[in-house]
């Protein structure tokens, strides 16, 4: 990234991998039947907060616990996983649902498992971010790491639970993929139950 435009560079750069991901999941899941306009829904969610967010929040953490040493990247580290990741993921699937009801399902069901599966990825990606990035260059860098983690998010709102396994499960078979999780089963009887009334 361009040192001279920080700013510009990290959150344009984040928000065009981060859509990338959701580009990658339907080129492999659904390439007959592209949606373009899910794309452009996660690219603008990406750039207007998450690259926004991740660009100040870097550097807040940085001033508040500036340095390499093995304590303050543990602090840096233990403040990212529990604020700003769950915050980052919540607001990954709200900024896109169009129904409150469905927001708050998604948000109960799936969020933890998210969470969990989080822990197995983000904590070492960025211990490495903390440790070997530049702070100009750590946004973008996270938007590296974010690419893969779009490409599990994308797969997790449209075909999984946000567990492991069942992208796991996605990967040796995308095409033939068809399980229905515990997420959307019970979504689809919640949904039928307030129809009914």
Same mark, same amino acid.
Request: hydrophobic share 45%.
């Given at each position: 990234? +361009?040192?001279? /435009?920080?700013?510009?560079?990290?959150?344009?750069?984040?928000?065009?991998?981060?859509?990338?991901?959701?580009?990658?999941?339907?080129?492999?899941?659904?390439?007959?039947?592209?949606?373009?306009?899910?794309?452009?829904?996660?690219?603008?969610?990406?750039?207007?907060?998450?690259? +926004?967010? +991740?660009?100040?929040?870097?550097?807040?953490?940085?001033?508040?616990?500036?340095?390499?040493?093995?304590?303050?990247? /543990?602090?840096?580290?233990?403040?990212?996983?529990?604020?700003?990741?769950?915050?980052?993921?919540?607001?990954?699937?709200?900024?896109?649902?169009?129904?409150?009801?469905?927001?708050?399902?998604?948000?109960?069901?799936?969020?933890?498992?998210?969470?969990?599966?989080?822990?197995?990825?983000?904590?070492?990606?960025?211990?490495?971010?903390?440790?070997?990035?530049?702070?100009?260059?750590?946004?973008?860098?996270?938007?590296?790491?974010?690419?893969?983690?779009?490409?599990?998010?994308?797969?997790?709102?449209? +075909?999984?639970?946000?567990?492991?396994?069942?992208?796991?499960?996605?990967?040796?078979?995308?095409?033939?993929?068809?399980?229905?999780?515990?997420?959307?089963?019970?979504?689809?009887?919640?949904?039928?139950?307030?129809?009914?009334?």
């Amino acid at each position: 990234c +361009n040192p001279r /435009f920080p700013w510009l560079a990290n959150v344009t750069l984040y928000g065009c991998l981060f859509a990338g991901g959701d580009l990658v999941h339907q080129l492999i899941a659904q390439k007959e039947h592209m949606d373009w306009k899910h794309t452009r829904n996660v690219a603008i969610v990406a750039i207007s907060f998450q690259g +926004n967010f +991740n660009y100040f929040w870097l550097r807040a953490l940085e001033r508040r616990f500036p340095g390499k040493s093995a304590g303050m990247v /543990f602090r840096k580290l233990l403040l990212d996983q529990s604020f700003a990741s769950p915050l980052a993921t919540s607001v990954f699937y709200t900024g896109k649902m169009g129904s409150f009801h469905f927001i708050h399902m998604e948000t109960l069901i799936v969020s933890c498992f998210l969470f969990q599966t989080g822990l197995m990825y983000w904590p070492f990606m960025q211990f490495l971010n903390f440790v070997l990035m530049p702070l100009y260059m750590r946004t973008a860098f996270m938007g590296c790491c974010a690419f893969l983690w779009a490409t599990f998010l994308c797969f997790s709102r449209q +075909n999984g639970d946000g567990t492991a396994g069942v992208a796991f499960a996605f990967i040796m078979d995308p095409r033939s993929f068809g399980v229905k999780t515990c997420y959307y089963i019970y979504f689809e009887y919640t949904v039928s139950q307030g129809q009914g009334h």
